[in-house]
């Protein structure tokens, strides 16, 4: 294989693994936190993902960004 045509291909495998943790890292969850029964708005929750080790804490709205 030509060493040019190896080059290229290995630079368009790293763009696009690249590309694609990127894409992948870009999830936005947006939200509110309040009580059922008062509908008021719970402030400084933590908010945790189920089966992972991602968390954040809530604003003193209740409002999740």
Same mark, same amino acid.
């Given at each position: 294989?030509?060493? &040019?045509?190896?080059?290229?291909? $290995?630079?368009?495998?790293?763009?696009? @693994? @690249? %590309? +694609?943790? $990127?894409?992948?890292? *870009? %999830?936005?969850?947006?939200? !509110?936190? $309040?009580? !059922? &029964? +008062?509908?008021?708005?719970?402030?400084?929750? +933590? %908010?945790?993902?189920?089966? &992972? !080790? %991602?968390?954040?804490?809530?604003?003193? *709205?209740?409002?999740?960004?």
């Amino acid at each position: 294989m030509n060493m &040019s045509i190896f080059r290229s291909l $290995f630079a368009f495998i790293v763009m696009i @693994c @690249c %590309v +694609t943790h $990127f894409a992948i890292a *870009q %999830v936005i969850y947006e939200g !509110r936190v $309040f009580d !059922r &029964s +008062t509908e008021a708005p719970i402030p400084f929750a +933590t %908010v945790m993902l189920v089966k &992972s !080790r %991602v968390a954040t804490r809530i604003n003193e *709205q209740g409002v999740l960004h």
